[in-house]
Every structure is written in structure tokens, then in C-alpha cells.
């Protein structure tokens, strides 16, 4: 048995220990994740619309590489399971939770961005420069989805049309526009222009696109952000052509140039026997396209010369065809082309069609184009994707997640 | 981010300081003795190492020697009781008369019996009896190890106890395995066995996986195997209730070797022998995948492709002899009051390819003392340093199989080749990378015992597990892939801090009845340091640094801590010493937990019934039988911050500070909790020469977490923890073992494990998991956890065209039977053989390398099928004999292969290890009290029909869970000869 005095020092020494212990720190850590709420804050601003930017860049990048092939921009000559089917023209849902998930993240995180930068910003939002640029994040995600993808999902909500998207895109580049001239910002409003110009072409609204477009000089570019700055910020096309050549020049109409048309530069790599280097596949001819040599190589979102070809095909869906080659050829000029010639719309549509194949090379843009020329019935009609699939399906998560969707 | 002090883990540490301050030893002087005496085995009269002689109650006690002697000393003068036990053998008991000043003589026999239900184990609340026991508990001692070659600890458990699957992962020296009890009970949070090294619990997973590598290293394999003195294996919830949250997937202890009381006795082994591989790949490929082969015949692909390698080795094989070399030098003793165990190790291991190997060195001080008559204390520390050298594998594009097996589709094409025809490739340029992932292993701890009397049982551990990992990939400036070089690092620290507490009170009532009450908490501290740099275009060459490079990227930095803590209660009547009922509850707290969640209850019940102590048992034929059952539940915690919602910092615009949606987090979020319920019993007959071990159980997770994938439309890409599902596991374990012959001369006795694992998901909330979709690995309602599903050819059999259906099961991803035979012959009480088997079956394996390599004309089984399917498109008949599987598999139409038509069941028999050992005379080694010469082998044959390399081997990088066969260097054999000598 205890006894009292004992007892009494050994409970005191208890509370001392227990004291002691609750005083050492308990509480536990991982730092480097913000709570959501801590964003709200007018320093965090800036921070979170370089974020919609880079998460624009990173699906840019992956629907460049992926549009890539289910266009008639490169071949596959590797190994990625997915790049095989596309290249086939099949895209099954499943290969398409990745980009699928970019492309609606860029949207997202720039939509919802712009609410918390007028929250946070108050009346200073009108003022500030990140206000222009969210609403163009938010205008290009929705062109980059609009202009590949099968339907539109907004927020998990149901299916709608794709053109759902272009008509977003064309409020924000309004809104950005808007902005942009405000606050003096030519930069940016050429940004708006152009944008607004691509979305009001997908939308049909050719005379709209044609005017923005004329307002936007040929020498201006606006594009998405790639670095060698972390792996994150690097252009995976660039990486996947120049180290691991999944993909390839060979076997598209782009081979054909002999490496002469600086709009799609390409050469070959040679083995130490002489012989052309083969893809990553180990059968297929590698010619490596140079348009982006490194990983911190620009994607553009639009460019002036694209512009010129917007009102070229404006001029030919009205019948203009001497006006619709002047403007051609003031593009071609621009890259120190010949000029191209065409007098009838048999002659001048493929003409138009291959212009922007090569001014747009590699930029996302392609897939969208062709699925608009092979819905056509006229002379523009491109066959191309005849037999293939003409757009990115709802993923499987979405499906399967998305309670309007069944899922 | 911080988090409020948990209230449980305050809870806890206050409980402990509670049982701490309860009462201290006096220490009395009075006369002693000496006792002393041999223990043996009846009938062989084999003297017996290792066993346990000690006066209960009292802090004296002893382990036989080399020669079964052992010697008490400062044993109270009067009537003592002494007590012999060791695992496998029947607990014998006497009473001595010791005289203050003089030596008693007590020699013992122990009978071998399979099944000793006197033989304590330890669980959460301290020691037991196994017959107290109303589950399973499996134990691997010593004895069992000592002659098996066993290269780490991760091997002693392969086939040496029911319900344990141990799969290799890669043939790779020093790379960590997966160890699975009872199967996978969890979707998300890892199945990993949670690991105690002498009352500490250490890291119970991988380091990070080496990215050239795709391999990691275990920390459970630091523990050196000369160490151990056994390994208790608990295998579900209703047996690990009390060890708390992260307990449903079992609790492993391993106990080292202590001291004894005289004087020091000194152990040292020297091993040496060699890593060798035998024929890689199909057996239709002579030049085993150009691995064994890579110069002269048959390097040409099945489409004609010539192929040369002027860098291949002069031997013309990749493969070589690796050496291994190990030495172990070790010496306990002591007196009755202080004893010790010391030892010291090192190896070297190397591979059998160039430049693979694992180096490591560790010493171990166990140490015990009883500052008082009531109170033992234990100080156990051990340090392990290990440098393993990886081999570039897996599913990376500078791997040794991925590129030596495409012959000339290697991605190191080079110059210097003789014949200017053929595709010239320089795979010896896949060497020069070098990757190595060097860790330090640091435990200690300590343990008092504190036992005022014989009721009143207090154990308080405390211990500190200290991991690092240094983890780099160097590819050198000039190296072929990547001229301007590049380097990637890891460094990795990994510490967990135990306080464990337990107390138990016994009270009799009457003659028959007996309670034993128990409480005690525990609280664990886990902290992480994780931080990756990949370093790319080295300024020049030499031997790099990450500032070498002009570009550095930090692609990982997690500085985490975690803290779980939880306390419980058990309440045990015994009845007559042979009806045992036991009811516990834990409660945990852990900052994982969402809001709404406080501390979580556990609940245990468990009966235990001892027939065979009844007078009317037939006991001249099975003299013990055991009835048990338990029913429990244990659980997981989800991930340290799983519960909140975060944003991530990136950069974007060239460099500038960025935000990205990280996770979208749950507030509701709580542990999984697995409920299981397990019956069975223990047999002993004929004179203990037959021992069974059976056991039935159920596992119900329910709560069970699952990542719940949110529309993306909605922004954040990761999924979700939420608790949505249902698992379920039953099986059985079954553990035969036979004493065949029992002669002056002849001993030989078998074993046979037996398990099945039979996992099903029951409810997954409608979501189908995608654990990797390259390996068409998913976890779907209704079938095993995981199952591989995917296109099915429906007339595999047929000589036709393949049928197809999509999303069709395709088996189990893990093995579902698993068999392990083992021997043992003792000839002339010194030339034993060993041999231990295992067959794994029901399981199935991606084989990815077939899929790849089948496309390139460099899969030797699709050669004539492909030969015949081109034949057959001007005669149709050449696909004669030719079957719907075959075509299948072997097509080069993009439109038609797929990864699916290569998932292959992956049964299995490996030839675990055989040992000869000879006991040499003592008097052949000057000074030495015995030697055993040992020669051995490991892993020396599979049979199978998977047609890949291994149907172990898994790429660790790709997926924690799902396994995939992608160019995974495949396990190798051993052949070793060890020396033992004792002084």
C-alpha cells in the first residue's frame, strides 16, 4: 500500500508531468496546401490568375498533342496507348479523362476565379489588370473546349451543346475587351479581339469575326505560357517530338514540304548508320517537328496572321474569292511566302484550308477546323474526318461522376 | 496549415502518466544460490539453444546455449520454481532446492509439440498464454530461421505462416516486397501490416521509389534476420482491436535476441556465395529475351531485323555472378540483474547485372536490467546503413529490360557494330546511369516492466523510429539519352515516436474464477520530410550536384505530422484455466478525422476453450485442443489532411506564383472499420507428432474509404475520400504439422501452410475504382479487391478468329491460395536438411512486356503466330492451329491489341530454400562450443505457365496497388555457404 505522503508526491509529480505535456505541442501540421478560404485575400490575387493560366497552358498542351493526331497534324509512331487509337480516329471516353479534366479545370478555375477576384477586389476589380486577364483565361478555356469537345458540361451540370461554350467564350472576350479598353490596354484588348474573332467564326457569326479580326495587327500574338521553370510549365509536345519522338511528320500532308514552309518546320534525325531515325515504336520514319524545339516553347492562342485567314474565309462563305487570296496571300507575306493563287471557290477553299493548317500548326486549333469544314456541304467541305471521330467525348469520370449525366 | 490539439492524444498521455505513477519497487536483500543445467530434447537428447529458463515472477532468467546448458545465478535461497519454455516446444516446470551459497543442478526436457498452448505471446495489453488467446496468432522463432537462407526479414515471413503472402516485387538486391495478412481490407489507405520491433512500432511501408528504378526500399528489411529472435504475426481486426486505428491490416512483432545471465558468449557467421540467374523469359527464346544472350545467333526479331551490340560484354550474356558476401559477429550475457545482447553485421550483395547490388552495416545493443526487484527495464537500439545500387527497370525508357529486350528497337542505338546492315545499338550506355537509394535506420526504445506483484502487471515502451532515405538518379553529362545529364533527388525522413502504455490487474475469485483487468493507451507521432529536386543540363562533366545543372526544379516538399492516439480498456474471465472470455474496447482519436468525427470506438469479444483439460478428453490420442473465437473491429484513418479543402501552389507565367485546385476535401470524413470474426481451434495428437492450426474468418469493412471521383466540370481533378463502401474477405489458414520420426539418429517432421483469401467489394457507392487503367486494374461491386477487367477473347480454345467483349472480369489481381511446404531431416543430431516451398495461385499479373514486345516481332511466342497471320492473308489456311487467344495476343492491328489479352493467371510453385546444415564437432574449432557449416539455396526453381519473366515482379512506381509486369528485372537465385561458430 501507498502510503500518504507518497501518494501525495506522486500525484503532484503526475500534474507536473501532465502540465508539462500539455504545454508541448500537440497539434499537427502540412504546411504547403492553402486552405480555400485563406485565398480570399487581395495579395493572393495575382497568384490566382497566374494559376488560370497555367492551367489553361497545361490543357492547351495536352488537347495540342492529342488533337495532334486526330487531326492530319502528326503521326503516331510511338507507344502511348492512347496517341494509337487516336491516331486511328477512335477516341474511347476513357483515354480522355485527362484532357477532358484540363480543359474543364481551365475553365473552371477561371469562371469562378473572376467571382472571387470581384469579391476580393471589390471596386477595384474594374481597375485592375487581372481582371482582363482572367476573363481571357476564361474566354480561351471555353474556345479550347467549344472548339474540340462533343458537348458541353458546366459545373456538373447537364449536357448542352458545345457551341454552349463559344457562346461564353464570346461574353468573356467581351467583358475582357471591355476591360482592356477601360484601362488602356491595347495589349490585352488585341488579346480580346482575337478571341472573340475565333469564337464568333465557330459561332457562324462570320461579319462579327471578321470585324474584330481586322482590328487585330498581324505581328501580334498572345499565347499560352510554357517554361523549363518546373515540369509542370513545360510543353509536353515539345518533349514528346524532340526526346521521345512519340510523335511524327512522317505520313502527313505536312511531309510533303521538304521542310521548306517555315509556318511548319520539321527535319530528320539520322542513326549513327545513316538510316532515319525511327519513332519510339521502332518501325515508324521519325521527323521531328521544329516548331517547338524547347520545353519552354510558346503555344499561341491566336495571332494576327490567323486573323487575316478568318476574313479570308469570311470573304469565301460570301462568294469573295479574289478578296478571300489577297488576304491569304497578305498572311503568306508575313511569313515570306510566295503568293498563292486560286480562282474559283473548288480552288480556293483547300487552298484557305491548308493556310490554316499551317499557320495553326500544332496549336489545338486544327480538330476544331476540320470538324467545321466536314459539317459543311459545300465546296468547303473537308473529308478528312470521314469514318473518324470528329470530337472529344464526355469523359468517363464525368459520366460516371456527374449526376445530370446519369453518373 | 495547423490543426487544434487533439483532445484524445491529451487524453492518452495523461491516462499513461496516471498507470506510470502507480507505486515503486523496494529492493530486499537476501541469500542466493546457483542454479544450473542442460535442457534437451527427450528422446534425441539433442541439447536445445535458445531456451527460456527463468524463475517466474522474478526478473531471473536465462537462455540456453550452443550446448543447451544455462546457469541462474542470485536465485533466492529455498523452494524455487523453474520454468523452461520455447516456441514449438511443451512449457516444463519443476521445483529446486537452492542453499544460500550453492549450485542446484536442474537438466529439462522439452517435448516438440505443434501446439503449445502455455507459450506466451505478446499482445496489446502484454503477455499471454496462448491458451487466453481466442484468435489466431502465428509465431516464427529463431530456430526456424537460423539455417534458411534468408536475405532479410521480408523472406523469414515468405511461407513460414498461414495467411501471410509476401509477394518479391523485383529480382533487384535490396528491393521492398508487398506483404499482405489476409488480404487487402482496404481500397485507399494501404494494406501494409502495421510493424512493432520490440515493443516500438516502426514505418510499416516503402521508401519512395527510386524514379530510374521503380523500386524501393522496406525499412522492415533493416531489421538484420541474425537478429531476430521470432516474429509474431497477428493477422486480423478481431486479434489487432486493441492496437487502434491502422490496425486492420494486421500487426507483425518482431522481438530480437536479449541477453542471458553468465558469461558473454560469442557468436560469429561468415557467408559467401553468389546471385545467379537462370534462363529469363519464354523457353522459346533461346537467348532469353538478349539478356542472357547478347552476342552471336539469333539476335534478329520475328519480323528479320538484325540487331548488334558491340558493347555487350566479352562473356556475351548481361548476366553475371554477384557475389554476396555477409558477416555477423554477436555476443550476449550478463549477470541476473544486467544482461545483454550486442551484434554487429555486415553485407554485400551484389547483382546479376552490372552495377546492382546493396551494400549494408548495422549494429544492434540490446540491453535489460532491473533496477529494483519489481522492475525490469529494456533498452533495445539497433542502426542499419544500406546502399542499394538499382538497376535502370521498369516502365522507364533508359531501363535494362525495356531496352535489351527489344534488341533493335533499344532506344540506345549506337555505333561500332561490324556489319553495317544491322540496327547498331550500345545498351552498355544504360549503365552508366546511376541510381542509388542510401537510407539510415535508426530504433530505440525502451521498455519497463513494472510488477509490484504477481497481479499487477505494468509495461511502458516508449520508442523512436528514425528513417532516411537518400534517393538520387544520376544520368552523366554525355549520356547518351540525355547528353546534357540530369539528376533527380529525394530526400526522405521518416519518423515515428510510440508511447505505449498497459497495465493489467488480477483478481481471483474462488478456486475457479479469475479476472483480469487491463487498460492503457497509446500515442504515436508521425512526422515526414519529403522533398524531391529534379536537376537537368549539367554545365560540363564530372560528378554532379543538383547546383550543377542549370535548370532545378523542386517537384515534391511535404512537411507533415500526424498524431494518433487512442486508449483502452479489456476485461478478462477465466474459468478453471480453460474457458477464457475477453471484451475490450479502444477508442482513437487522430487528426485526420473530419470535424464531425471525435474519437472512434472499437469493440472486441473473444472466447477461448480449452477441451482437452477435461478429465473425459481422450487425451492418450490428441492430448490439447483449443476452441476459439473473436469477433472485432479494428480500423483505417484516412490520409493526414484528407478532410480539408485545399488549393495547391504551382507556378505558371514563366515562374510566377500560381495557384491550382489541389483537393476538394470532406468535412464528414472519418476512418474505415473493418469488422472481422474468426473461429477455429488448435490440435495437438499423438504425442504431439501431429499439430493442426485452423482457423475460419470473416473481414466486413464497412465505412470503407473510397476516392470518389467528382464531374471535373466542377474543377478539382482529384478525387475524394468518402466513407461509401463495403469489402469483405473470409478464408481460412490451416496449419499441418507432422513429426514423421523421432530416433536417436533420424528426426524428420514437415509443415504444411495453407490459405486462402477470398476478397470481394460489397458496395462501392456506384463508383467503379480505377486503380490503373494501363493495367486494367479496378476494384468493381461484386468482385475480388482488385480484379483485373478488360477485353475478354471468349473462344480463347478455338481455332478461329477472336471473339471480344469489352469490360469483361479477368481475375485477381492478388493470389488467393497459397500453399508453402516445408521439411525438415536431422540425421545423426547434426546434418539437417531444410526445404520450404510455396505455391501461389488464384492471382494474375498484367504481363505488359509480352504486349510491347508481341507488337515489335520480339515476343518469341507470337513469332510463328505472326509469321502465320501474315502467311494467312493470301491462304487462309495457314492459320491452322493456330487459336483465338494466340491471334489475339499476338496481332500487330492497332485496332485489335490491347494490354487485356496478355493479363495471365500467374499460379505458381518456387522452391523457396534448401539448406543442408552439419553441426561440427566441438573440438574441430579451438575454443568453440559448436559450429554449423550451412549450404544453402534460395529461390533456386519456379514452375509456372505465366509466360513472362517473373509472377512476382510488379513496376512499384507505376501503382502503390494495381501490378503490372513492365520490364521488371525478374528475382534471381542464391547459393550460399555459411559458417556459424560459437565461443
Known amino acids: ?246 510523335y511524327t511528320v512522317y505520313n502527313t500532308q505536312w511531309a510533303q514540304n521538304s521542310n521548306k514552309d517555315p509556318r511548319v518546320p520539321w527535319d530528320t534525325v539520322k542513326t549513327s548508320a545513316g538510316k532515319i531515325q525511327t519513332g519510339q515504336d521502332g518501325k515508324t520514319p521519325f521527323f521531328r517537328q521544329m516548331k517547338y524545339k524547347g520545353l519552354d516553347a510558346e503555344i499561341p492562342l491566336a495571332k494576327g496572321t490567323e486573323m487575316l485567314l478568318i476574313r479570308a474565309e469570311a470573304a469565301l462563305r460570301k462568294g469573295d474569292v479574289p478578296g478571300a487570296v489577297e488576304l491569304i496571300n497578305q498572311e503568306r507575306t508575313a511569313y515570306g511566302l510566295a503568293p498563292a493563287s486560286a480562282a474559283t471557290l473548288e480552288e480556293a477553299w483547300p487552298l484557305l484550308q491548308k493556310e490554316r493548317g499551317a499557320v495553326t500548326w500544332l496549336e489545338a486549333r486544327r480538330f476544331g477546323d476540320l470538324r467545321r469544314w466536314f459539317a459543311a456541304s459545300g465546296p468547303e467541305k473537308n473529308n478528312f474526318l470521314q469514318g473518324r471521330a470528329t470530337c472529344v467525348p464526355i469523359s468517363d469520370e464525368e459520366m460516371h461522376s456527374n449526376p445530370n449525366l446519369g453518373g | 496549415m495547423r490543426f487544434p490539439r487533439s483532445p484524445a492524444a491529451r487524453a492518452t498521455v495523461a491516462a499513461l502518466l496516471c498507470l506510470l505513477a502507480a507505486g515503486s519497487p523496494a529492493a530486499a536483500q537476501q541469500a542466493t544460490g546457483r542454479v544450473q543445467g542442460v535442457v534437451r530434447v527427450p528422446g534425441t537428447q539433442r541439447p536445445l539453444a535458445g531456451a527460456q529458463v527463468f524463475v517466474p515472477g522474478t526478473g531471473i532468467g536465462a537462455l540456453t546455449d550452443g550446448a543447451g546448458r544455462y546457469a541462474l545465478d542470485r536465485v533466492p535461497a529455498g523452494s524455487v520454481t523453474l520454468r523452461v519454455q520455447m516456441l514449438g516446444y511443451a512449457q516444463a516446470e519443476r521445483t529446486v532446492q537452492v542453499a544460500a551459497g550453492a549450485t542446484a543442478t536442474a537438466d529439462f526436457e522439452l517435448e516438440e509439440t505443434a501446439v503449445a498452448l502455455n507459450e506466451v505471446v505478446v499482445t496489446a495489453t502484454g503477455e499471454t498464454r496462448k491458451r487466453e488467446i481466442g484468435n489466431s496468432v502465428s509465431a516464427i522463432n529463431a530456430q526456424e530461421i537460423q539455417r534458411a537462407p534468408v536475405r532479410n526479414a521480408q523472406d523469414i515471413l515468405a511461407g513460414r505462416a498461414t495467411g501471410v503472402n509476401v509477394l518479391s516485387n523485383s529480382g533487384q538486391p535490396g528491393a521492398g516486397g508487398t506483404i499482405r495478412l489476409r488480404g ?35 525499412p522492415l528489411n533493416d531489421i538484420d534476420p541474425d537478429d531476430i529472435d521470432r516474429i509474431e504475426v497477428v493477422k486480423g481486426p478481431a486479434a489487432t482491436t486493441l492496437y487502434g486505428t491502422e490496425a486492420s ?48 545467333d539469333g539476335l534478329v526479331t520475328g519480323t528479320g531485323v538484325r540487331f548488334e551490340d558491340p558493347t555487350c560484354p566479352a562473356s556475351g550474356s548481361w548476366l553475371r555472378n554477384g557475389p554476396i558476401q555477409k558477416y555477423g559477429l554477436s555476443v550476449r550475457g550478463g549477470t541476473p540483474d544486467v544482461t545483454y545482447f550486442l551484434s554487429a553485421n555486415y553485407g554485400d550483395e551484389e547483382g546479376v547485372l552490372p552495377t546492382s547490388g546493396s551494400k549494408d552495416g548495422g549494429f544492434r545493443g540490446n540491453f535489460s536490467f532491473h533496477p529494483a526487484k519489481t522492475v525490469q527495464v529494456a533498452l533495445n537500439s539497433s542502426y542499419n546503413k544500406r546502399n542499394t545500387r538499382w538497376i535502370p527497370d521498369g516502365n522507364n525508357a533508359s531501363g535494362v529490360m525495356l531496352n535489351v529486350t527489344r534488341g533493335p528497337d533499344s532506344n540506345f542505338k549506337g555505333s561500332g557494330c ?23 535506420h535508426f530504433i530505440t526504445g525502451f521498455t519497463v516492466d513494472y510488477l509490484p506483484s504477481d497481479r499487477f502487471r505494468n509495461k511502458l515502451s516508449v520508442g523512436y523510429d528514425y528513417n532516411q532515405a537518400d534517393i538520387t538518379t544520376v544520368l552523366p553529362f554525355g549520356f547518351l539519352r540525355l547528353p546534357s545529364g540530369q539528376m533527380y533527388w529525394n530526400g526522405w525522413r521518416r519518423t515515428l515516436i ?175 472499420r473493418t469488422r472481422e470474426t474468426e473461429v477455429g481451434f488448435e490440435a495437438s495428437a499423438f504425442g504431439g507428432r501431429v499439430g493442426l492450426d485452423f482457423t475460419y474468418y470473416k473481414q466486413h469493412t464497412f465505412d470503407a474509404l473510397i476516392a470518389v471521383s467528382y464531374p471535373p466540370s466542377e474543377g478539382f481533378l482529384t478525387n475524394q475520400l468518402e466513407n461509401v463502401g463495403q469489402l469483405q474477405n473470409t478464408g481460412i489458414e490451416a496449419r499441418l504439422d507432422l513429426q514423421f520420426l523421432r530416433r536417436p539418429n533420424l528426426e524428420w517432421s514437415g509443415h504444411v501452410n495453407f490459405s486462402t483469401v477470398n476478397s470481394k467489394a460489397l458496395d462501392l457507392g456506384g463508383q467503379v475504382i480505377t486503380l490503373g487503367s494501363l493495367a486494367r486494374t479496378y476494384v468493381k461491386e461484386g468482385y475480388p479487391v482488385p480484379g483485373y477487367f478488360g477485353k475478354k477473347v471468349m473462344n480463347p480454345d478455338a481455332i478461329a478468329d477472336p471473339i471480344i467483349e469489352d469490360d469483361q472480369y479477368l481475375g485477381s489481381a492478388f493470389p488467393t491460395k497459397t500453399i508453402a511446404p516445408s521439411t525438415s531431416i536431422t540425421l545423426f543430431r547434426r546434418l539437417t536438411l531444410d526445404a520450404l516451398g510455396e505455391w501461389q495461385l488464384g492471382g494474375h499479373l498484367l504481363n505488359a512486356v509480352a504486349y510491347q514486345n508481341a507488337n515489335k516481332g520480339e515476343w518469341f ?54 539448406s543442408l546444415s552439419y553441426d561440427l564437432p566441438a573440438n574441430l574449432i579451438p575454443g568453440a562450443r559448436s559450429a554449423t557449416l550451412t549450404i544453402a539455396g534460395r529461390n533456386l526453381f519456379k514452375i509456372t505457365d505465366y509466360t513472362g519473366t517473373d509472377p512476382e515482379v510488379t513496376d512499384v512506381r507505376d501503382y502503390s496497388f494495381a501490378r503490372r509486369d513492365y520490364y521488371n528485372f525478374p528475382t534471381s537465385r542464391s547459393f550460399l555457404a555459411t559458417l556459424r561458430v560459437s565461443f
Open chain 2, 249 to 296: 491490416g494486421g500487426v507483425i512483432q518482431i522481438f530480437t535476441k536479449r541477453g542471458m545471465a553468465g558469461a558473454p558468449s560469442w557468436t560469429a557467421e561468415i557467408s559467401g556465395g553468389f546471385n545467379n540467374m537462370g534462363h529469363i523469359g519464354p523457353k522459346e527464346d533461346k537467348t532469353g529475351m538478349w539478356l542472357n544472350r547478347c552476342r552471336g
Open chain 2, 498 to 672: 510510440t508511447v505505449d502504455l498497459a497495465s493489467s490487474y488480477r483478481l481471483d475469485f474462488g478456486r475457479d474464477w479469475v479476472s483480469t483487468t487491463s487498460a492503457g493507451g497509446q500515442l504515436f507521432d508521425s512526422r515526414l520530410n519529403n522533398t524531391a529536386v529534379t536537376a537537368t543540363n549539367f554545365s560540363g562533366p564530372g560528378k554532379p550536384t543538383l547546383i550543377s545543372a542549370a535548370l532545378r526544379d523542386v517537384t515534391d516538399d511535404d512537411r507533415t505530422r500526424v498524431i494518433n492516439a487512442g486508449f483502452f480498456g479489456q476485461e478478462q474471465i477465466a474459468w478453471k484455466d480453460r474457458l477464457f472470455i475477453t471484451a475490450g474496447l479502444r477508442v482513437d482519436g487522430n487528426s485526420a478525422f473530419g470535424e464531425s468525427f471525435g474519437l472512434q470506438p472499437y469493440p472486441k469479444l473473444s472466447a477461448s476453450y480449452v477441451l482437452s483439460d477435461y478429465d473425459w478428453w481422450p487425451k492418450s490420442t490428441v492430448e490439447t485442443f483449443k476452441l476459439r473465437g473473436a469477433v472485432g473491429e479494428s480500423g483505417k484513418a484516412p490520409g493526414a489532411f484528407d478532410a480539408v479543402r485545399t488549393w495547391s501552389p504551382i507556378a505558371g507565367e514563366d515562374g510566377q506564383p500560381a495557384f491550382t485546385p489541389g483537393q476538394l476535401g470532406n468535412p464528414d470524413l472519418g476512418p474505415e
Open chain 1, 1 to 246: 500500500m501507498w502510503g500518504t505522503q507518497m501518494k501525495a508526491t506522486r500525484l503532484a509529480a503526475v500534474a507536473a508531468a501532465a502540465l508539462a505535456l500539455g504545454a508541448c505541442d500537440l497539434s499537427v501540421e502540412n504546411p504547403g496546401p492553402i486552405p480555400d478560404a485563406e485565398l480570399n485575400t487581395a495579395g493572393a490575387m495575382p497568384a490566382l490568375v497566374n494559376g488560370m493560366s497555367a492551367d489553361l497552358s497545361v490543357a492547351v498542351d495536352l488537347m495540342a498533342r492529342y488533337g495532334s493526331v486526330l487531326a492530319d497534324e502528326l503521326a503516331h509512331s510511338g507507344n502511348y496507348a492512347a496517341e494509337g487509337y487516336f491516331y486511328r480516329g477512335v477516341i474511347p471516353p476513357e483515354n480522355v479523362n485527362d484532357v477532358w479534366g484540363d480543359m474543364q479545370r481551365a475553365r473552371w478555375v477561371a469562371e469562378h476565379g473572376i467571382d472571387r477576384l470581384k469579391e476580393v477586389l471589390g471596386s477595384g476589380f474594374e481597375s485592375s489588370p487581372l481582371a482582363i486577364r482572367a476573363n481571357l483565361y476564361a474566354g480561351y478555356a471555353n474556345r479550347l473546349l467549344g472548339e474540340n469537345v462533343c458537348d458541353a458540361v458546366i459545373d456538373g451540370g447537364p449536357k448542352q451543346p458545345y457551341t454552349e461554350h463559344f457562346t461564353r467564350a464570346e461574353a468573356y472576350f467581351t467583358e475582357a475587351l471591355r476591360l482592356a479598353q477601360a484601362q488602356g490596354n491595347t495589349a490585352l484588348a488585341n488579346a480580346a479581339l482575337a478571341g472573340r474573332a475565333q469564337v464568333r467564326a465557330d459561332l457562324g457569326n462570320w461579319d462579327g469575326a471578321a470585324q474584330d479580326a481586322a482590328l487585330v495587327p498581324t505581328s501580334y500574338h498572345f499565347d499560352a505560357i510554357f517554361s523549363t521553370n518546373t515540369e509542370r510549365e513545360n510543353n509536353t509536345l515539345a518533349y514528346e517530338t524532340q526526346t521521345r519522338r512519340e
Open chain 2, 184 to 218: 487487402n481490407n482496404s481500397v485507399t489507405q494501404g494494406n501494409n501490416p502495421i510493424i512493432y520491433v520490440d515493443g516500438v512500432r516502426i514505418y510499416n511501408g516503402l521508401t519512395p521509389t527510386n524514379v530510374y528504378a521503380r523500386q524501393a526500399v522496406s
Open chain 2, 418 to 440: 561490324s556489319d553495317p546492315d544491322v540496327v547498331c545499338v550500345n545498351n552498355a550506355e544504360i549503365f552508366k546511369s546511376q541510381s542509388n537509394t542510401i537510407t539510415d
Open chain 2, 861 to 914: 511466342p507470337c513469332v510463328d503466330v505472326q509469321k502465320k497471320m501474315a502467311a494467312a492473308a493470301t491462304d487462309p489456311s495457314a492459320l491452322n492451329g493456330v487459336t483465338a487467344l494466340q491471334r489475339a495476343r499476338c496481332t500487330t492491328d492497332g485496332t485489335v491489341r490491347d494490354y487485356a489479352f496478355w493479363v495471365e493467371p500467374t499460379d505458381f510453385f518456387k522452391m523457396r530454400s534448401i
